[in-house]
């Protein structure tokens, strides 16, 4: 009797299939992956006369549907076998996410080695760092030394931005 | 004769002794730090080789491989963490028997029985790369598509993850070869119009991103986590009464290792698993296992390290990659205009032993720092990651923007951290989309010439015993898990 209420509770606490992280991440490849599958018809098409054994859209339309049908048996086979659920993303994971964006808009728009920097210092600082000696070494002294390692040794060009056009100039 | 010459050829070269020295020390510090290792070390150091000849560049990234691998006991002996995927199987006995007081001991035979895996695979490797290269010598396209088809399929059976997902990972690192121009007809695909993409995506960005950034984006959520450190006084070399216990299982799982290691796609991973089970079954001890016992360490560490020798045969008789580490090799023998196959032993049999002599070295260089810097290693696992992972970022950054000197780069590099992430928060292995991006390009390459050379009919593939041979190998590679779960079902 026992067995039986608990199942029946197991199941009521078990969240609709649609919530799920196996729904979820398995949609989204077989959303993804159908997307890709339509650009794929709008790749050029070759002449006979220059077709090297099949035409340059044959073999990704081939691995898309693999990549399905693949996806589809394991969306099966999670209803049999529900995946563990993980556990909630921390805060300081998406931080160091929207530190990538940050990243990316400083070295686009301002300076590639300030955006390290800003970038070392920010992850670094929410990560749980607070001396400051060790914040400046991370995001000062240590991209600096960096950059210029691969600007003497390697003879790397970084792109022009505020701080290396004054090096560079 | 001569062939030993050009293998002791390293030792006279002051310029390969210092870059062994710095490769073999890069190399465990890699293994040593929980996350890094030799696979991503490798993709960061690829851009520094480009100042290097090519011999010494590959020397560079083999000494990182077999110290790396190493490397990896050291964590996992001391913080139950394995510094590589490779040491999984170590913290299951070095760990329990390190919280014994006998750290020292666990160290010592993680130590030897690495050493005499490696040395063991690279005799395996110096007889069997040329004969497998000569083998190659009767392939043709249609030989080369199914090999390449074989080495996709042994995806299925890597460790970690399941077989189905590891194949869709494979499936999308092929995908992400097919990225820009086609390479036979010019026409673009995938590109969505940007002209950065015609040239498609290059190995660096993908490999840095999907190990070194996803790696820093999976720390940034284990901020909390608190290992215990167990102090290491010295590392002991192992007594009579151990070798006694142990040499069978090293010696057993040094050919097991140096075994898998050759079946293209399959690595030290799967050799240290295999092979601690395998020490495990011939045991007198078997209920000892996972509570401390030194045949246990002994199976997983002659395994993993034997798995690297094994992987360069494929790699350099046939092109194919023998793990994801060989994969970040092989590209390096391509950004330095080497082409692995059956010509370069031909060709330069000279550049293939020094490789080979080298790998032998190190394998010496890592058992002596290990022995005896093993205390200082382990110290470095200290550093905060508060600290390590924004300096990896700096320099993922700047080696990734230095080979094509392409923020484009960057900014793939970047979006498959995210996508490795979670790639590996939901069980897909990361192994195979590196193994798939470098394939990609052959798999495709050789089925269009096939077929080219075919009239179009795909049932000649079958007409060519060495390809049919591939594809039935390939049948087994693909079923093969499915038995092995249903045998592990019904135990």
């Known amino acids: 009797m026992n067995n039986v209420q608990n199942k029946k509770r197991a199941n009521k606490s078990r969240s609709p299939f649609f919530f799920t992280d196996s729904f979820k991440v398995l949609s989204l490849i077989i959303i993804i992956s159908s997307i890709l599958l339509i650009v794929t018809f709008t790749f050029d098409i070759v002449p006979p006369i220059l077709n090297r054994g099949i035409q340059p859209a044959t073999f990704p339309k081939a691995l898309l549907v693999l990549i399905i049908f693949l996806t589809l048996i394991v969306y099966f086979l999670s209803l049999k076998i529900p995946w563990k659920k993980e556990k909630k993303l921390p805060k300081q994971f998406f931080i160091t996410l929207y530190n990538f964006i940050l990243f990316i808009i400083i070295a686009k728009t301002l300076d590639f080695l300030l955006a390290i920097s800003v970038l070392s210092f920010l992850v670094s600082y929410f990560w749980g760092e607070r001396r400051i000696i060790y914040l400046l070494l991370v995001s000062i002294l240590f991209p600096i030394i960096v950059f210029i390692f691969f600007e003497t040794i390697l003879g790397l060009r970084f792109p022009p931005g505020i701080i290396t056009n004054i090096y560079y100039n | 004769m001569e062939n030993l010459y050009l293998m002791m050829a390293p030792l006279f070269s002051s310029?390969?002794?210092?870059?062994l020295f710095f490769g073999t020390l890069f190399g465990l510090i890699l293994g040593v730090l929980p996350g890094l290792g030799p696979t991503t070390g490798g993709a960061l150091i690829l851009p520094f080789t480009m100042t290097l000849d090519p011999l010494s560049a590959i020397v560079l990234l083999t000494s990182i491989y077999c110290a790396g691998t190493y490397g990896g006991a050291i964590t996992a002996v001391l913080i139950n963490t394995p510094g590589t995927p490779a040491a999984a199987a170590t913290c299951l006995d070095g760990y329990p028997l390190a919280q014994k007081g006998?750290?020292?001991?666990?160290?010592?035979?993680?130590?030897?029985?690495?050493?005499?895996?490696?040395?063991?695979?690279?005799?395996?490797?110096?007889?069997?790369?040329?004969?497998?290269?000569?083998?190659?010598?009767?392939?043709?396209?249609?030989?080369?598509?199914?090999?390449?088809?074989?080495?996709?399929?042994?995806?299925?059976?890597?460790?970690?993850?399941?077989?189905?997902?590891?194949?869709?990972?494979?499936?999308?690192?092929?995908?992400?070869?097919?990225?820009?121009?086609?390479?036979?007809?010019?026409?673009?695909?995938?590109?969505?119009?940007?002209?950065?993409?015609?040239?498609?995506?290059?190995?660096?960005?993908?490999?840095?991103?999907?190990?070194?950034?996803?790696?820093?984006?999976?720390?940034?959520?284990?901020?909390?986590?608190?290992?215990?450190?167990?102090?290491?006084?010295?590392?002991?070399?192992?007594?009579?009464?151990?070798?006694?216990?142990?040499?069978?299982?090293?010696?057993?799982?040094?050919?097991?290792?140096?075994?898998?290691?050759?079946?293209?796609?399959?690595?030290?991973?799967?050799?240290?698993?295999?092979?601690?089970?395998?020490?495990?079954?011939?045991?007198?001890?078997?209920?000892?296992?996972?509570?401390?016992?030194?045949?246990?360490?002994?199976?997983?560490?002659?395994?993993?390290?034997?798995?690297?020798?094994?992987?360069?045969?494929?790699?350099?008789?046939?092109?194919?990659?023998?793990?994801?580490?060989?994969?970040?090799?092989?590209?390096?023998?391509?950004?330095?205009?080497?082409?692995?196959?059956?010509?370069?032993?031909?060709?330069?049999?000279?550049?293939?032993?020094?490789?080979?002599?080298?790998?032998?070295?190190?394998?010496?260089?890592?058992?002596?720092?290990?022995?005896?810097?093993a205390k200082i290693?382990?110290?470095?696992?200290?550093?905060?990651?508060?600290?390590?992972?924004?300096?990896?970022?700096?320099?993922?950054?700047?080696?990734?923007?230095?080979?094509?000197?392409?923020?484009?780069?960057?900014?793939?590099?970047?979006?498959?951290?995210?996508?490795?992430?979670?790639?590996?928060?939901?069980?897909?292995?990361?192994?195979?989309?590196?193994?798939?991006?470098?394939?990609?390009?052959?798999?495709?390459?050789?089925?269009?010439?096939?077929?080219?050379?075919?009239?179009?009919?795909?049932?000649?593939?079958?007409?060519?015993?060495?390809?049919?041979?591939?594809?039935?190998?390939?049948?087994?590679?693909?079923?093969?898990?499915?038995?092995?779960?249903?045998?592990?079902?019904?135990?």
């Open chain 2, 15 to 19: 310029k390969l002794l210092i870059v």
């Open chain 2, 102 to 373: 006998e750290a020292g001991r666990a160290l010592g035979m993680a130590t030897v029985s690495s050493t005499i895996g490696g040395i063991f695979s690279v005799v395996v490797l110096v007889f069997f790369a040329p004969l497998l290269a000569q083998l190659a010598y009767e392939f043709g396209q249609p030989e080369y598509f199914a090999l390449a088809i074989f080495g996709l399929t042994m995806l299925a059976s890597i460790g970690d993850g399941s077989p189905i997902k590891n194949l869709i990972a494979g499936a999308f690192g092929i995908l992400i070869s097919t990225i820009g121009k086609d390479f036979m007809t010019s026409i673009d695909r995938f590109t969505f119009g940007i002209n950065e993409l015609s040239e498609g995506i290059g190995f660096i960005p993908v490999v840095v991103g999907l190990f070194a950034i996803s790696e820093m984006l999976t720390q940034s959520t284990l901020l909390n986590q608190v290992f215990k450190r167990i102090t290491l006084k010295a590392v002991k070399l192992p007594s009579i009464d151990d070798y006694k216990k142990t040499w069978k299982t090293i010696l057993r799982s040094s050919g097991i290792g140096s075994f898998i290691g050759v079946l293209p796609a399959e690595g030290g991973t799967v050799a240290s698993l295999i092979g601690y089970a395998e020490a495990k079954r011939w045991s007198k001890k078997p209920e000892d296992f996972g509570k401390g016992s030194i045949e246990g360490i002994a199976g997983a560490e002659a395994a993993n390290n034997a798995a690297t020798g094994g992987a360069m045969v494929p790699t350099l008789a046939l092109g194919i990659p023998g793990s994801a580490t060989t994969a970040v090799i092989l590209t390096g023998l391509i950004i330095h205009g080497v082409r692995p196959g059956p010509d370069l032993f031909r060709e330069q049999p000279e550049f293939l032993y020094g490789i080979f002599g080298s790998m032998l070295i190190a394998n010496i260089m890592f058992f002596v720092f290990g022995f005896f810097g």
């Open chain 2, 377 to 491: 290693f382990a110290r470095i696992t200290l550093v905060s990651n508060k600290l390590l992972w924004p300096m990896i970022f700096a320099v993922s950054v700047c080696g990734t923007y230095s080979l094509n000197q392409s923020l484009i780069d960057v900014w793939i590099m970047l979006l498959f951290g995210v996508i490795g992430f979670f790639m590996r928060r939901y069980g897909f292995s990361l192994v195979p989309v590196i193994i798939g991006l470098i394939l990609g390009e052959l798999v495709e390459g050789t089925l269009r010439q096939s077929l080219v050379i075919f009239e179009g009919n795909w049932l000649m593939f079958f007409t060519r015993p060495i390809a049919l041979t591939f594809f039935i190998l390939s049948f087994i590679a693909l079923i093969f898990p499915l038995i092995k779960r249903k045998k592990i079902k019904n135990d």
